[in-house]
């Protein structure tokens, strides 16, 4: 079997057999990656709790018919110890990890700035820069944009006529001018709007802010984008501590 390596962040784990578990990856080489860890239910097992959701690891796996097989791993970032204590943080994690496994492809290409993203918002997380939250709506926005659907703050997402505009359309990618306006646009506050520029920007200043009744607006509405083109709701984000 051909062996290669990688590095990744697991995103979810389920049982496979009586030992064994397969286990889901956003790698850094190789987008989405489905393998099995054969044994790691064993109390014996070598890959002990590094093979948990929210570890960042290094990974040796070798190359199989349908699914790869785990055949080392190293621990770079132990994630899931922080997050663990912290309900807000890992509920907001988890939302990550799902978002992750929706918007990559599972085609063996890298996945280099997703990869990032996702390394970066959990440290984000851990370390507690901003509430938690808020680092979960920035990081889908960036994600999606990334993924080729970023949405339109500023400009009419349409006849890219200069803001600001005031309604808003998922499905037409944005805020929209009133000739472009399409039945069932919601009509955000202009502090909501300027909100989501600044969660999608990265820029913290104008992000810490904002009230908490801008913030509750600006979190349905990536919600609402996100399920657009995902094509269906997060479970986890029914969680998620608002």
Known sequence: MSLYRDAGIVLRVHKLGEADRIITLLTRERGLVRAVAKGIRKTTSRFGGRLEPFMHVELQLAEGRSLDIITQVETVNAFAKDLGA??????????????????????GEPAIQQFQLLTGALHALTEGRMTPSLILDSYQLRALSIAGYAPTFDGCARCGAEGPHRNFSAQSGGMLCDDCRVAGSAAPSPFTVTLLAGLLSGDWETVATSDDRTRREASSIVSAYLSWHLERGLRSLSHVDR
Do not use: F, I
């Open 86 to 107: 912290d309900y807000a943080a890992y509920t907001a994690g988890t939302a990550m990890l799902e978002t992750a496994e929706r918007l990559v492809q599972e085609d």
